[in-house]
């Protein structure tokens, strides 16, 4: 163990794993062939009558032994064995709780931890049930008294932070398992299909029962008493894909609590960047559950929080110091807008006639979508306000789209003057060329962008058609 440590303390790592394997392989063959506890090294050099119980020496062993799981855990970490490292991680966070040899504030940090990488296989079970042990282990490091002296203020605002930091990783799975139930009860315009929904609980009756008590002795944590206390904090949240909005809605009250204890400690005064981050994931939890609710004014609602909460922040953002926080929430919030505006015309289409405010308000929100979508392009700009010839390939998608978006929004907006309409339609034009001409420049663009082009160079082909139909009307008053 001590050799496999220091060699990867000189980040010779390789090495440090021949050790550590070598560590693990004389654990297995000594439990195999001997399985009685053997001698701590000290007893050497105690009288006999000093010498240790049995079950002192056992338990020594079985905290080196963990030592050599941790140590390889990392170890398989730096050398991007993920699996392995994660596989590796679980069963020494399972030891440390058996032998109870762990700190509760960082065995419960190293859970919440190991619950990311579960969600990004889709393990939900797995993933909760780090979370909960993690919450649950949290409090036993006590509950943050009143501070006396700058010591235990010092310990109080760690504690605070690191709870914090396990409620950002709770809500990072309410998210994750709403938007991948999204993935699957979506059809492909991105709306939910109801006879997806009817196969899927089907599908889940049936498997319920027997799949999750296979998988579910797999991962337990702890002892009896730790056991039952980890359970009842699993069920306050599902781990299976919620098919319909009263599910989803649960699990989106779950998420919506720990953005609120999160954002209890990361203020914006002080950690801009963090509170920024969680305020995101609060308007995405919104997005998510707006695709399971059917009506679309309270589809809207939960859309306009999201606007709240999201111009609330960028209003008061420097873009000369958080420039990609800043396009990020430019994006969104044109998207937000686009979102509505979509909503708005739905909700119009099912009227006789559109009456002059619905009317108002689809423009205003196609409006304000073209003005985030055109700040965002905007800060593409170099210094001389010149937008560049080629685009940079981490923003080459977003500023497609937008230049999609905006083509597609003047198209939308609604007036009963002729010349205006013209107007609207050569900007359109303008925008959908724009696209088309950039991927014959650049072949390698086209991938990012397939589903836009195609439409896009529809409607180079249409409009110039429709144009002059509306011009030929105008011309008897021009």
């Not at 303008?430 to 409607?459: G, H, I, Q």
């Amino acid at each position: 163990n001590n050799l496999g440590i220091l060699w990867s303390l000189r980040d010779e790592i390789k090495t440090a794993q021949t050790y550590l394997e070598s560590a693990e392989a004389l654990y297995n063959q000594y439990m195999k062939e001997d399985g009685n506890p053997p001698l701590d090294p000290s007893e050497h050099f105690m009288a006999e009558e000093e010498k240790i119980t049995d079950q002192e020496r056992s338990k020594r062993f079985e905290k080196a032994y963990t030592h050599t799981l941790y140590y390889l855990a990392q170890v398989y970490q730096h050398l991007g064995m993920i699996e392995k490292a994660a596989q590796y991680c679980h069963t020494t966070l399972k030891r440390q709780l058996d032998y109870c040899g762990y700190l509760p504030v960082e065995w419960a940090l190293n859970a919440a931890t190991l619950s990311q990488y579960y969600l990004s296989k889709q393990c939900f079970m797995e993933a909760r049930h780090c979370l909960a042990a993690a919450s649950v282990i949290f409090s036993q490091a006590g509950q943050v008294p009143s501070a006396e002296d700058n010591e235990v203020e010092q310990d109080q605002q760690d504690l605070r932070q690191r709870k914090a930091e396990i409620a950002r990783c709770w809500i990072k799975y309410c998210l994750n398992l709403l938007q991948s139930a999204r993935k699957l009860l979506e059809d492909n315009i991105g709306e939910l299909d109801p006879d997806r929904q009817l196969e899927l609980k089907a599908q889940r009756k049936k498997e319920e029962d027997e799949k999750e008590e296979g998988r579910k002795k797999a991962v337990l944590f702890g002892t009896s008493d730790i056991c039952d206390s980890v359970l009842a904090m699993e069920e306050k949240v599902s781990s299976v894909y919620p098919l319909d909005f009263q599910e989803a809605r649960e699990i989106f009250l779950v998420g919506q609590n720990y953005v609120l204890e999160a954002k209890e400690f990361f203020q914006v005064d002080g950690y801009v960047t963090d509170h920024i981050e969680i305020v995101q994931d609060h308007s995405a939890l919104f997005k998510v559950l707006a695709f399971f609710e059917e009506d679309y004014e309270r589809r809207c609602k939960m859309h306009k929080r999201r606007l709240d909460m999201l111009e609330s922040i960028y209003v008061d953002l420097n873009p000369q110091y958080y420039l990609l926080i800043s396009r990020q929430l430019q994006f969104e919030l044109a998207d937000t807008y686009y979102e509505m505006m979509d909503l708005k015309i739905a909700i119009g289409n099912r009227l006789e006639e559109l009456d002059s405010h619905t009317i108002k308000k689809i423009n205003s929100l196609a409006q304000l979508a073209i003005k985030y979508y055109e700040l965002f392009l905007d800060s593409l700009r170099n210094p001389d306000k010149v937008f560049p010839e080629q685009l940079e390939e981490d923003v080459l998608r977003p500023a497609m789209v937008a230049k999609f978006h905006i083509a597609r929004l003047y198209g939308k907006l609604i007036t009963s003057d002729s010349k205006k309409q013209l107007e609207n339609m050569q900007t359109s034009l303008e925008y959908y060329t724009f696209l088309v001409d950039y991927c014959e420049k650049y072949p390698d663009a086209v991938r990012a962008v397939e589903t836009e082009l195609e439409l896009s160079k529809e409607m180079v082909g249409l409009l110039p058609t429709r144009m002059e139909r509306l011009r030929a009307k105008l011309c008897p008053f021009i």
